[in-house]
């Protein structure tokens, strides 16, 4: 390599000179091979290697040009001789120089046989070259003249170089000047001295403006001048030679202090590490795998903490912490992007915020455990009363039956086949009167049980058969059936059939008037019917909404119907509005009313119980949320003061709900007992509830066909 | 009726605030401006109480800002030099464009500049105010002092933090002041007292940072720029209270005793003067001599209302910060070159240790390695060939722990090579309820002056000898009981086997316990009383109680894998036992 690349530089060499040549530029550093070849055989041999002179070059370059151009004519004989010269010398070199192809990059050349054209438009051939590495090798080994063999790109052939071109090569290698004999630090001769002379070195009179003041400066100068009459340039300011620190806080006035800053909210300083962010934490405090996927998984916002906690043997150990620049930013948004607001912060002691309430076991009695369970009904049962002496218990399923139970013994008495689901039952409430009204399908059923006093159920039947028909027909809205024999043995001595479904049944205190609840849409949706005169009217003359529930008032002549969110309140005998409770509910399911008559308890399908006070508002005075699903029944003790609520979630809660005699006292509302048993089945849970006229004792009938007793 | 009509928005809450861009054209600010007057003059958004009415009705996202802060920082000088420096930044361009160097350098001379003095006093107008907000500036200051020198900021920023937080170190070195150290894998945290404020403040491990291209570095440098001052200010003020020159000079006396042990080529005076500061081995010189070390016996006035308990519970622990400011004193450390050098020179010279290090590290080193006198020398290797007598070797921790815990750790744990007990956070104090960590409640132990190294070693004595009876013991009492019975009954039932081929069960005992029937009940009663609860008051109570009872899940958690943990390191450890034996 090394002997290489003087050769490649003396190739150049050549290629320049050739260039030189042709386009007659001149390059007085380029002793190309050929010029110093040139120069060996001219005449001036004390020229040295390479060291072409301008003229000489121009002399060298000029027979080429003559031979060209034709009308160089100044010094046309000595070019002609010196041409002459040239060609008698280097006749043999003649044809392999003149390569005509100019200055482009050999490698065209590189796929073809030639290499050029000569001076007569013929191939310039490369020379046969089919030395292989080894062969290169041998030679490279066996010449000694290797070193100084380069090959010229133009004509591909070796050329040797001589000791003069080495030498000039060497030169130039070294920076220094091709020619020897040049002396690049001659002594500088200045053209003009520093002394003064008694002459001037030219003749040229002196100018006017050199004598006469500048108008432009004298502008300029006004306009500066100008400039700072009218302060708009100032002097440089002083340089403020205060201290950049002192003590700022050496006269603290507590005047001074704005009364913004008392409205200043601090910025929360910033939490301080636990154990977990130690850098050899308790192993505790390291995550699992699972954890640590889980981490991965969340949101970097959610995270709790944010960074997983690591382990190192040894403090060598410990890595640079990625995100630091990271967090200090954020502090720094924190700082002055995030809202700031003052929060009271909640202390207290979770256990004051319970109520303290009586306990329940002062509130006794209530029931407390399950005592029977009456098992019969194949299906739902929707419907339950007692009988005013508390020995019997009514039932209505959806498997079409209504069955009779001693309430002591769980014993079903009878069984009554009414073909149809039995919506509603209700006994009637006078004790000398024994008889059962059953809602089921479009009519009312009123059925003597024919259960107790043999006397008492005679009296009851003779008072239906005393019944003696009006002479004239009135028009009325339903129609009032006697029995068939069939129906009669059974027990059944009336029918009251509607246009539509019967809802619900309820008697009024005395025994003789009873409500119907049917379902429709118009006014005809509520009736109040009389046993003993087998007459019904219809109240209303306006439909106000979907009827759910109608309730007589236990001593008042009022009349209180529950539409899905109001409950009103009529008074019979003026036959007006009195009043109107607002629920607070989306949908009323049921309706019980306190012995006193003063409160209501509202049970709805949106899980609330709204208790009124009718002497204190319209609005609820307590609503209670005690049921997780849709309450079903209510109802009000008749002694006692308890009240419960079923509900689909299956269970029963009882309540203890005082009333005071005292207006001015509020009544204390206790929940004190919540009884379960029945097993929610189809999202059905409880669907009656009722308490025993005397005892307290609750009955419930649930969806999974049974009625329990707790006590 | 009469009179006009009320317009909506027109008064109350939608008057007291602004809207961020409002606020931006109200003062004629471009965003960045209104940002960096924000930074620096510290106004910050306001949450307001109702958002639809300060919305205007709608519930879009935004941030709003007091009309008062808005109104007063239109006064603010500073806004005035924004200004200037636009116009500045405007002229100058211009004539750079235009190449003409004199009014560049012209411009260039009255460069506009701003103060942030008045701000700081502003902002915090005592400085007991200012000593509690320095926590970021802290940080921030300490974190800038290790950025290169290149890029993202100014150099002459970077100096003034180094310089600032240098001087802050040297300050609660003088003042003995710093109370707890902690290493993090985030960085090394200290809390100072500082005229009884506490002051933490985080600093990262020195490695280059790989600077994040998602950071807004002139936000950064916004508040640098307030920090720096406020800091400046602060420090000037604390060393006065000390009696201390500021800027600080190393007391001439150890200067005096450096300067042939440093070599005479080091550097200029000036440029060597603030790392021989930063070597945190100098004492710092004082106005006024000190006279008497002792400090004055404090006059000590009852507070009224104080029992002589409290004075005396007072007065312990005054005695015992004494005594932690005094732990290291006499000792005399050398931290070998692997050691992170100045957080641990820091920490010993704020509890009165001597300390010093190789002078190949870094100057000030005050004495050699061959020094006789070492006590200590802080190794981080795990073992360390020639030894010297005299002195222990122990791993960096050490240091650290021991100032948590105030007072000079057994060594044993920390010996090079040796597997490290855990570094437990200084900053948490477990409330009731919470999770201890068992090298909390040995530390606590230690610290009331029990001994319990060696229960604990008994107590494994112990369980290596009778492993078995152990884990029956941890069972409950009731699981026994309930054993014991069956067993008797199995008794009975093989004995009646025997004797006859019918079968009498005896009858069961339905024992009624009357705890658990009282416990049923009473719970019962409170959650009837749940469901009378108020609906607010319910969901307070829920989520209080919801709080309460995830971290009592937490706990647990932690201490069933801490279990868990320490029965798979002891069957390790009886494996290698049984294998050693074998």
């Known amino acids: 390599m090394e002997q290489a690349r003087p050769g490649g530089e003396s190739a150049e060499e050549l290629t320049d000179s050739g260039e030189s040549v042709y386009s007659g530029l001149e390059d007085s550093g380029s002793g190309s091979s050929s010029a110093g070849e040139d120069s060996d055989s001219d005449s001036d041999a004390e020229d040295g290697p390479g060291g072409s002179s301008p003229p000489r070059t121009h002399a060298k370059g000029a027979p080429r040009k003559s031979k060209t151009l034709e009308d160089d004519s100044s010094l046309k004989d000595d070019e002609d001789l010196l041409a002459q010269n040239e060609y008698?010398?280097?006749?043999?070199?003649?044809?392999?120089?003149?390569?005509?192809?100019?200055?482009?990059?050999?490698?065209?050349?590189?796929?073809?046989?030639?290499?050029?054209?000569?001076?007569?438009?013929?191939?310039?051939?490369?020379?046969?070259?089919?030395?292989?590495?080894?062969?290169?090798?041998?030679?490279?080994?066996?010449?000694?003249?290797?070193?100084?063999?380069?090959?010229?790109?133009?004509?591909?052939?070796d050329i040797k170089l001589t000791d003069e071109q080495v030498e000039l090569v060497h030169r130039l290698q070294r920076g220094q000047f091709g020619d020897v004999h040049f002396n690049p630090y001659e002594p500088a001769v200045d053209f003009f001295t520093h002394e003064v002379m008694i002459h001037p070195v030219t003749n040229r009179p002196a100018d006017k403006r050199s004598f006469i003041p500048s108008l432009i400066e004298k502008e300029k100068v006004s306009k500066l001048v100008h400039a700072i009459k009218m302060g708009w340039i100032k002097p440089r300011k002083p340089k403020d030679d205060t201290p950049t620190y002192y003590d700022l806080w050496a006269h603290e006035d507590p005047n001074s202090i704005l009364g913004r800053h008392k409205m200043h909210v601090p910025a929360p300083k910033m939490k301080l590490p636990g154990h977990e962010e130690s850098y050899n934490p308790p192993p505790e405090y390291l995550l699992s795998e699972e954890e640590k996927l889980a981490w991965e998984q969340q949101e970097p916002a959610e995270r709790k903490l944010n960074f997983v906690p690591q382990q190192y043997r040894c403090l060598r150990a410990v890595p640079a912490y990625p995100r630091f620049i990271h967090e200090r930013f954020e502090r720094c948004l924190d700082l002055y992007l995030c809202p700031r607001q003052r929060k009271m912060r909640v202390n207290v002691d979770p256990e004051d915020l319970i109520p303290k309430l009586p306990k329940p076991q002062d509130l006794q009695p209530f029931p407390t455990t399950q005592a029977l369970i009456y098992r019969g009904h194949s299906s739902l049962v929707r419907c339950l009363s007692v009988s005013p002496s508390g020995q019997w218990l009514v039932s209505g399923s959806d498997d079409g039956t209504v069955r009779f139970w001693e309430v002591c013994t769980a014993r079903c008495m009878k069984t009554l086949p009414v073909g149809g689901v039995v919506k509603s039952i209700a006994w009637n409430p006078n004790p000398t009167v024994c008889l059962v009204a059953v809602g089921v399908e479009q009519s009312v059923l009123l059925v003597n049980p024919c259960l107790g006093d043999k006397l008492l159920y005679g009296a009851t039947d003779q008072l239906l058969e005393s019944y003696v028909a009006p002479e004239e027909e009135r028009v009325q809205p339903v129609q009032w059936v006697t029995a068939t024999a069939e129906q009669h043995g059974k027990g059944v001595r009336l029918l009251v059939q509607h246009s539509k479904a019967v809802k619900q049944v309820t008697w009024h205190g005395k025994g003789d008037y009873f409500a119907s609840v049917v379902s429709d849409n118009s006014n005809m949706q509520v009736l109040i019917h009389q046993t003993s005169k087998r007459w019904s009217q219809n109240p209303f003359r306006k439909s106000k909404g979907l009827v759910q529930c109608v309730l007589f008032h236990p001593i008042r002549p009022y009349f209180f119907v529950a539409t899905q969110r109001y409950v009103r309140v009529y008074n019979l005998l003026k036959q007006e509005l009195t009043k109107k409770l607002m629920t607070n509910c989306k949908w009323v399911s049921s309706m019980a009313i306190h012995p006193g008559g003063d409160n209501i308890i509202c049970g709805s399908y949106d899980s609330k119980l709204a208790w009124f006070d009718l002497d204190l508002s319209t609005r609820p005075y307590q609503l209670l949320r005690h049921h997780k699903k849709a309450l079903r029944s209510v109802a009000f003790h008749k002694r006692y003061p308890l009240f419960a609520s079923a509900s689909d979630d299956g269970t029963v809660i009882v309540c203890h709900g005082m009333v005071y005699n005292d207006l001015l006292q509020n009544p204390l509302l206790v929940p004190v007992k919540v009884l379960k048993g029945h097993t929610p089945t189809l999202d059905l849970g409880v669907l009656a509830v009722l308490f025993h006229p005397t005892q307290p004792w609750v009955f419930s009938s649930g969806a999974d066909g049974t009625v329990r007793l707790y006590t | 009726?009469?009179?006009?009509?009320?317009?909506?928005?027109?008064?109350?809450?939608?008057?007291?605030?602004?809207?961020?861009?409002?606020?931006?054209?109200?003062?004629?600010?471009?965003?960045?401006?209104?940002?960096?007057?924000?930074?620096?003059?510290?106004?910050?958004?306001?949450?307001?109480?109702?958002?639809?009415?300060?919305?205007?009705?709608?519930?879009?996202?935004?941030?709003?800002?007091?009309?008062?802060?808005?109104?007063?920082?239109?006064?603010?000088?500073?806004?005035?030099?924004?200004?200037?420096?636009?116009?500045?930044?405007?002229?100058?361009?211009?004539?750079?464009?235009?190449?003409?160097?004199?009014?560049?350098?012209?411009?260039?001379?009255?460069?506009?500049?701003?103060?942030?003095?008045?701000?700081?006093?502003?902002?915090?107008?005592?400085?007991?105010?200012?000593?509690?907000?320095?926590?970021?500036?802290?940080?921030?200051?300490?974190?800038?002092?290790?950025?290169?020198?290149?890029?993202?900021?100014?150099?002459?920023?970077?100096?003034?933090?180094?310089?600032?937080?240098?001087?802050?170190?040297?300050?609660?070195?003088?003042?003995?002041?710093?109370?707890?150290?902690?290493?993090?894998?985030?960085?090394?945290?200290?809390?100072?007292?500082?005229?009884?404020?506490?002051?933490?403040?985080?600093?990262?491990?020195?490695?280059?940072h790989d600077h994040p291209t998602d950071v807004d570095y002139r936000v950064m440098a916004t508040f640098t720029e307030f920090y720096t001052t406020l800091l400046g200010f602060v420090n000037f003020r604390l060393y006065q209270s000390l009696n201390l020159v500021y800027p600080p000079k190393i007391d001439s006396q150890t200067d005096a005793e450096l300067k042939p042990a440093e070599g005479t080529e080091y550097a200029m005076d000036s440029e060597s003067y603030l790392e021989k500061l930063s070597a945190l081995s100098a004492s710092l010189a004082r106005v006024l001599a000190p006279a008497h070390e002792d400090e004055m016996e404090m006059d000590e006035f009852p507070v009224e209302g104080e029992t002589a308990e409290q004075m005396d519970a007072r007065k312990q622990e005054q005695e015992a910060l004494e005594k932690h400011k005094k732990l290291f004193e006499g000792l005399r450390f050398f931290l070998n070159r692997e050691v992170p050098r100045e957080p641990l020179a820091f920490v010993i010279r704020c509890f009165g240790g001597q300390v010093s290090w190789d002078k190949s590290l870094c100057i000030g080193a005050t004495y050699d390695v061959t020094d006789p006198s070492i006590t200590h020398h802080i190794v981080d290797r795990p073992r360390v060939e020639p030894q010297v007598v005299g002195r222990y070797y122990l791993q960096p921790q050490w240091v650290f722990d021991s100032v948590n815990a105030k007072l000079c750790l057994p060594v044993a744990d920390y010996f090079p090579g040796v597997l490290l007990p855990p570094h437990l956070s200084p900053f948490v104090t477990e409330q009731e309820g919470d999770y201890i960590p068992p090298e909390k409640l040995k530390l606590l132990a230690m610290q009331r002056g029990e001994n319990p190294d060696d229960e604990s070693e008994e107590e494994d004595e112990e369980e290596e000898e009778e492993e078995d009876d152990d884990k029956e013991e941890e069972e409950d009492e009731s699981e026994k009981e309930e054993e014991m019975k069956l067993k008797k009954m199995e008794e009975q039932k093989t004995q009646s086997n025997k004797a006859l081929p019918v079968k009498v069960t005896a009858g069961k005992v339905r024992l009624e316990d009357k705890q658990r029937l009282e416990q049923e009940q009473q719970s019962e009663e409170k959650r009837l009383a749940i469901m009378m609860m108020k609906k607010r008051e319910k969901y307070l109570y829920k989520k209080i109680m919801f709080g309460k009872k995830r971290k009592v899940r937490e706990a647990n958690k932690l201490a069933a894998k801490r279990k868990a943990h320490d029965t798979a390191v002891k069957e390790e450890k009886k494996k290698s036992k049984k294998a050693r034996r074998a």
């Not at chain 2, 420096?85 to 009255?110: C, I």
């Not at chain 2, 109370?179 to 280059?208: C, H, N």
Request: aromatic share 12%.
């Open chain 1, 88 to 157: 008698e010398e280097d006749s043999s070199d003649e044809e392999d120089i003149r390569n005509t192809v100019g200055n482009i990059p050999m490698e065209w050349y590189q796929d073809f046989p030639h290499i050029g054209y000569n001076l007569d438009g013929k191939k310039i051939y490369k020379p046969i070259r089919n030395k292989d590495e080894l062969d290169m090798f041998l030679e490279k080994m066996e010449n000694p003249e290797y070193w100084r063999t380069v090959q010229d790109k133009m004509t591909g052939a």
């Open chain 2, 1 to 208: 009726m009469g009179g006009l009509e009320k317009k909506k928005y027109e008064r109350g809450s939608a008057t007291n605030y602004i809207t961020r861009n409002r606020a931006r054209k109200k003062l004629q600010l471009s965003l960045p401006d209104f940002r960096r007057l924000c930074i620096l003059k510290g106004i910050y958004p306001h949450e307001p109480k109702h958002k639809k009415k300060v919305n205007k009705g709608s519930t879009a996202p935004r941030t709003f800002y007091l009309l008062k802060d808005i109104k007063f920082l239109l006064h603010e000088p500073i806004v005035n030099k924004f200004r200037e420096y636009k116009v500045f930044v405007r002229k100058l361009r211009k004539a750079y464009g235009k190449s003409e160097w004199s009014t560049v350098d012209r411009l260039k001379d009255n460069k506009p500049s701003y103060k942030l003095d008045h701000i700081v006093k502003e902002r915090y107008p005592t400085f007991v105010d200012a000593l509690r907000d320095l926590d970021d500036a802290l940080s921030m200051c300490f974190l800038f002092s290790t950025f290169p020198r290149t890029g993202k900021c100014h150099v002459q920023t970077i100096q003034l933090c180094r310089r600032l937080a240098v001087e802050f170190m040297n300050y609660v070195i003088a003042s003995r002041s710093l109370r707890k150290v902690f290493l993090s894998i985030k960085g090394i945290y200290y809390q100072a007292e500082v005229l009884g404020q506490p002051v933490t403040w985080i600093t990262p491990y020195t490695f280059a």
